[in-house]
């Protein structure tokens, strides 16, 4: 029981990797909160995972692109448990459009959420987590190699990288450890909706594609002191799809 006393802040937690991870964290013991933005979906996930095991759960609404919505959400959770132990940025957003038809505004909306999200509570994981702690930034392959119609959902993931690296580095004397993982192919809606999937730009073979426990259960690792002296890692997830030449 890894996580046993432990406070866990997972975002875009109510489906798919964030969801998996809310249950495994839950079944090793942790007390998680669901940040979502869809209230009644965070809170039947809320519900979910006290049914596998979490000694206590609740779900919250959090735009992570909002700053006062993730320090809401970080009150919220000091209020109920009184302290923040692992913190698993997941939320995301993926957008498809060709560079010659994107706008500023196109660029600002993913990297709100797919990067901004992450700083923010990073920093808010900074102020608050005097005891120590872990927090894992969910990034993507995208960020190592990429496919046309997805540059700002590659730049964010590949810029998530840069500033796990920096908090990691900011987060040691704090004792806080700060990693990420890079998700491949994962059987979730953001891959089978992806046009460059259904139109067969992006090819998948079928053992490329894995389950969101699969990164569940390294999500887990990393936020659990089995991962100790592990801090500044980036770590893929990907059955190895990278290595195929």
């Known amino acids: 029981m890894r996580f046993t006393d432990r406070v866990c802040i997972i975002t875009g937690a109510a489906s798919g990797i964030g969801l998996s991870t809310a249950r495994r964290l839950a079944q090793e013991g942790g007390r998680v909160v669901i940040a979502d933005l869809d209230a009644k979906k965070a809170e039947a996930a809320a519900a979910e995972v006290i049914s596998v095991g979490a000694p206590d759960a609740f779900g919250t609404v959090c735009d992570v692109a909002n700053e006062a919505a993730v320090q809401a959400t970080v009150s919220e959770t000091l209020h ?7 913190i698993v940025n997941n939320a995301g957003l993926m957008s498809f459009k060709p560079l010659d038809q994107l706008e500023g505004d196109d660029w600002l909306k993913i990297l709100k959420v797919d990067l901004l999200g992450a700083f923010y509570f990073i920093k808010q994981a900074f102020l608050h987590m005097h005891g120590g702690g872990a ?4 990034s993507s392959i995208h960020a190592e190699e990429t496919q046309p119609l997805v540059a700002p959902y590659a730049a964010a993931k590949t810029a998530l990288l840069s500033l796990t ?3 990691s580095l900011e987060g040691k004397p704090r004792g806080i450890r700060v990693n990420a ?4 192919a994962i059987d979730t809606p953001m891959l089978w909706n992806n ?3 259904k139109s067969g730009e992006e090819k998948i073979i079928a053992g490329d594609v894995g389950q969101p426990d699969d990164v569940a259960a390294v999500i887990a690792f990393l936020a659990s002191d089995d991962a100790r002296f592990v801090q500044g890692a980036a770590i893929r997830v990907d059955g190895g799809r990278l290595d195929r030449l």
């Open 80 to 86: 109920r448990f009184q302290h923040i132990d692992v």
């Open 135 to 138: 927090i894992v930034n969910v």
């Open 165 to 167: 690296r920096s908090a």
């Open 181 to 184: 993982v890079l998700p491949g």
């Open 195 to 197: 046009p460059n999937v």
